[in-house]
């Protein structure tokens, strides 16, 4: 039984800015300082969303984080009323008041690794909370995250909900982004592929030694572990030390995969040629593998264009899509790239090039964006189903977000208590929309 594949997107929040918060992240580090959009931002991640929704697809939303998180400054030794909290971190520390008004808990492929029951010894569906802990903006969402899952996907029946990965940097999980499930046209369990980029107890050959691997096998094990897949579906894989030191921070920047596609640059992994025969014996002979070689698109380019960031969809009418960035299509290698594949004897059949270039500015892309939750009809049916988009949600979110979002934000708006002011105010009337009751921190004082 093929799953329905649904993405749920994060709406991107009011604070989104460019603060040049992730070391190894090239696009982040680039804008750093520089004006925002956070209106035209999450307008472009609606627009998104809504074309996956036109074109026939489950599509779903998760609710942003609440920023600034006066809580984290607290205890970081901030105090007085919230908005002297405020004040005075962006006085004392505006670094600190810069990572704890981050909006990236957008990037929702790296909000929780998801297996499908379909896969698990239980026959649950299980979400594991990334625990983002390699950098200090993105360790403050797994709890947030963790409550906005168990809201969304409620029924403890069907939905198994894990903590966060305790520990530090030894045991950082960036979830999805570094996590695909493979599946065989027809086969009833899908393969699990875990890729990770350092081992934190042993001794790996090879290591990045510029930029830091967030993500670690120990790690991965731990979640697929919690996840209960079995052994002979889960693949541990080590990502290509040189790709992270030219600015791959998760492997979704450079591989992705949908069903038995597997589209990835030939420099991706550490042992490329092996793993792609292991997969394909583990698919029995079905992967499609797509790959990209060096001479057609250097590392840099792909790292530019974020042509792996794209996502991979099934149609409703079979064919297979690539949801792509319109860098993809603008810089000249890539998309004769894609040309080249779409002409190819591979699934991979069209492509929709998408702007999401507010986003793009900080590392993220049209797959960044998203969570995929593979469903049967019954869970797709226990969802919390004001958070599914329809033309009527996305209306609505549209005229919240042009209510209540700035035009422009600049670094040093950060520390206007007002933003804090106007984002809760934001927050509540979301919650409101979405009908997730009590959800932030600000609604249950
Ligand atoms: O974790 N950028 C995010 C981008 C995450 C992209 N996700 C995936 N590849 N799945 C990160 O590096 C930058 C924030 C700033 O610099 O203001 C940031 O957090």
New binding site residues.
């Given amino acids: 039984m093929t799953l329905i594949e649904a993405n749920f997107d994060g709406i991107v929040g009011p604070t989104h800015?460019?603060?040049?918060?992730?070391f190894g992240?090239v696009?982040?580090?680039a804008?750093?300082g520089q004006v925002s959009h956070p209106r035209e931002a999450a307008l472009q991640g609606l627009a998104k969303m809504k074309y996956l929704a036109d074109l026939g697809l489950v599509q779903g939303v998760l609710p942003p984080q609440e920023r600034p998180d006066v809580r984290a400054l607290r205890r970081l030794g901030f105090d007085g009323t919230d908005r002297q909290v405020i004040e005075r971190a962006a006085r004392q520390a505006p670094r600190l008041l810069?990572l704890t008004s981050?909006a990236?808990s957008m990037?929702a492929?790296?909000a929780a690794t998801v297996a499908p029951g379909a896969d698990t010894a239980d026959g649950r569906a299980h979400f594991t909370p990334a625990s983002?802990s390699t950098?200090f903006?993105?360790s403050l969402e797994p709890a947030a995250t963790g409550a906005a899952l168990r809201r969304l996907f409620a029924d403890p029946e069907r939905f198994a909900h894990h903590d966060p990965l305790p520990g530090g940097a030894q045991l950082g999980d960036?979830g999805?982004?570094n996590h695909t499930r493979l599946e065989a046209p027809g086969a009833a369990h899908g393969v699990h592929v875990f890729v990770y980029g350092r081992t934190a107890f042993g001794a790996d050959a090879r290591r990045p030694r510029q930029f830091p691997a967030r993500q670690t096998r120990e790690a991965s094990e731990a979640v697929a572990r919690l996840s209960r897949l079995s052994p002979d579906q889960t693949f541990f894989v080590q990502q290509n030390p040189d790709v992270i030191d030219r600015g791959v921070?998760?492997n979704?920047?450079i591989a992705v995969g949908h069903r038995n596609v597997l589209l990835y640059h030939e420099s991706a992994f550490a042992d490329g040629a092996a793993i792609v025969e292991l997969l394909d014996r583990a698919l029995e002979g079905t992967l499609a593998a797509v790959e990209v070689s060096a001479s057609e698109a250097t590392v840099e380019q792909v790292v530019g264009s974020y042509l792996f960031?794209s996502q991979i969809v099934t149609l409703p009418e079979g064919s297979v899509a690539l949801i792509a960035p319109l860098e993809a299509r603008e810089d000249a290698a890539t998309h004769q790239v894609v040309e080249r594949i779409l002409a190819d004897d591979n699934p991979i059949a069209s492509v929709h090039y998408l702007d999401v270039r507010q986003s793009m500015h900080?590392?993220?892309?049209p797959?960044?964006l998203r969570l995929r939750v593979p469903l049967d009809e019954d869970d797709l049916g226990a969802v919390h189903a004001p958070c599914i988009l329809d033309q009527d949600l996305h209306a609505r979110l549209s005229a919240w977000v042009e209510r209540h979002y700035r035009d422009e934000l600049r670094p040093e708006d950060l520390g206007d208590p007002a933003l804090m002011e106007e984002s809760r105010e934001a927050l509540d009337q979301l919650t409101e929309i979405l009908k997730l009751g009590s959800l932030y921190p600000f609604q249950r004082i």
């Fill in positions: 800015n460019y603060a040049g918060l992730s992240n696009a982040s580090f804008h750093a810069a981050s990236s990037w492929a790296n983002l950098t903006h993105r960036e999805a982004a921070f998760h979704d920047v960031n900080n590392g993220g892309g797959a960044c």
